[in-house]
């Protein structure tokens, strides 16, 4: 298990061809560079007009809107959206209104690149995947102290794909879900936890690699809302075995032309 305080990750400013300031936070991993572990970072374009254009990516993903307001494709998307797209899979454009937008991207392996649509439909191994969106709503009042609530977020999948809310009154604890797929993300929308003494404010993230046990969150005064967030078992489908995407060139990464997105 790797557990990432928001005030523990990197922040790297990015100007933006269409003339915004945003920035990227690395919490494990880096985009842009291929490797065989996993991925976690907060994409920042808070500005309005952001906008990155439709493309896929050859490995599972989930994304988290946590700010701003945007629409993903046809679909809006404020906060707490979540995205999940099977690899090789286009989605978007992501389109910012007024606000611009902040959504997290969390993978459990590194991305080879950015491929853009439709430009790049040749290097699709076949037809598109699963493309499902959720939300979790955080603005209700939580549990009563000692008392927490899980919500299942997401219809059954064959291969364990999963999103889960745990909400957690005041001092509460609770136990996340078996890491029974291929690894969990623990995102901390709302609110203070700790896990094995190590405090996780607003916007910390916790990596659950596949079978290990899942981790024991203990609300801080004011209670909690965590998003977790599982990928597939791997299977045949391409891009879901990080065991077998762990054999790319790493010096093969599809990098974006220039005002694509990341």
């Known amino acids: 298990m790797h557990a990432v305080a928001s005030h523990e990750a990197t922040?790297?400013?990015t100007k933006r061809p269409d003339?915004?300031?945003?920035?990227?936070?690395?919490?494990?991993?880096s985009p842009g560079l291929i490797d065989p572990h996993p991925q976690a970072f907060l994409v920042d374009r808070l500005y309005p007009g952001a906008r990155i254009d439709p493309h896929f990516h050859d490995i599972d993903q989930f994304q988290v809107v946590v700010d701003g307001d945007c629409r993903m494709g046809k679909k809006?998307?404020?906060?707490?959206?979540?995205?999940?797209?099977?690899?090789?899979?286009p989605y978007g454009p992501i389109v910012g209104a007024d606000l611009g937008f902040a959504f997290f991207t969390l993978r459990p392996i590194a991305s080879g690149g950015f491929f853009p649509m439709p430009e790049?439909?040749?290097?699709?191994?076949?037809?598109?995947?699963?493309?499902?969106?959720?939300?979790?709503?955080?603005?209700?009042?939580?549990?009563a102290a000692g008392a927490s609530v899980i919500e299942q977020l997401m219809a059954d999948q064959p291969d364990e794909v999963n999103a889960?809310?745990?909400?957690?009154?005041?001092?509460?604890e609770a136990a996340g879900p078996a890491s029974n797929g291929g690894g969990q993300y623990y995102l901390v929308c709302e609110g203070v936890v700790s896990d094995q003494d190590k405090e996780l404010p607003r916007r910390s993230l916790i990596h659950v690699p596949a079978g290990e046990p899942a981790?024991?969150?203990t609300a801080g005064s004011e209670g909690a809302d965590v998003l977790v967030l599982q990928f597939s078992r791997p299977s045949e489908r391409p891009g879901s075995d990080p065991a077998q995407l762990a054999s790319r060139d790493p010096n093969a990464y599809m990098a974006r032309p220039e005002g694509s997105g990341r």
């Open 11 to 13: 922040e790297v400013k």
């Open 19 to 29: 003339g915004g300031v945003g920035r990227r936070v690395d919490y494990i991993g």
């Open 76 to 89: 809006a998307a404020d906060p707490v959206t979540f995205q999940y797209a099977d690899a090789y899979t």
């Open 120 to 143: 790049n439909k040749h290097n699709m191994p076949g037809r598109a995947g699963r493309n499902i969106a959720g939300r979790f709503d955080t603005s209700r009042p939580r549990p």
């Open 164 to 172: 889960i809310g745990i909400r957690l009154g005041p001092g509460a």
């Open 215 to 217: 981790p024991s969150l």
